[in-house]
Nanobody
Framework: QVQLVESGGGLVQAGGSLRLACLAS????????MAWFRQAPGKEREFVAA????????FYEDFVKGRFTISRDNAKNTMYLQMNSLKPEDTAIYYC?????????????????????WGQGTQVTVSS
């Protein structure tokens, strides 16, 4: 069972930056695709970004392209989300997720069903 712990959330003014981190337990981290999702009040949880096991291929939802950067350090079992130019509409609970680490799956990287492992979330609040 993989345990994921997010950190780095907080309150920031519009235009500011935050860096989220997700620390994973277990020895399978370097074979797992990792992702960030978020859930704003009254809304469904949505995909933000994902990164392949090797860290060479990041993927982003359109609304964060050019502002957010996903990365990972496999030696530290940690994934990051650097968030710049934050907007009030970025306010949400941010969750990290890890897939099963299998070689192949047809479930796309942006689908929540791909990820059986989830953290508890970290609150990000952007004031206007």
């Amino acid at each position: 069972q993989v345990q994921l712990v997010e950190s780095g959330g907080g309150l920031v003014q519009a235009g500011g930056s935050l860096r989220l981190a997700c620390l994973a337990s277990g020895s399978n981290f370097n074979r797992q695709m990792m992702a960030w999702f978020r859930q704003a009040p009254g809304k469904e949880r949505e995909f933000v970004a994902a990164i392949t096991a090797s860290g060479t291929s990041p993927f982003y939802e359109d609304f964060v392209k050019g502002r957010f950067t996903i990365s990972r350090d496999n030696a530290k079992n940690t994934m990051y989300l650097q968030m710049n130019s934050l907007k009030p509409e970025d306010t949400a609970i941010y969750y990290c997720a890890a897939d099963r680490g299998v070689t192949y799956t047809s479930t796309p990287y942006y689908a929540q069903s791909r990820y059986p492992n989830w953290g508890q979330g970290t609150q990000v609040t952007v004031s206007s």
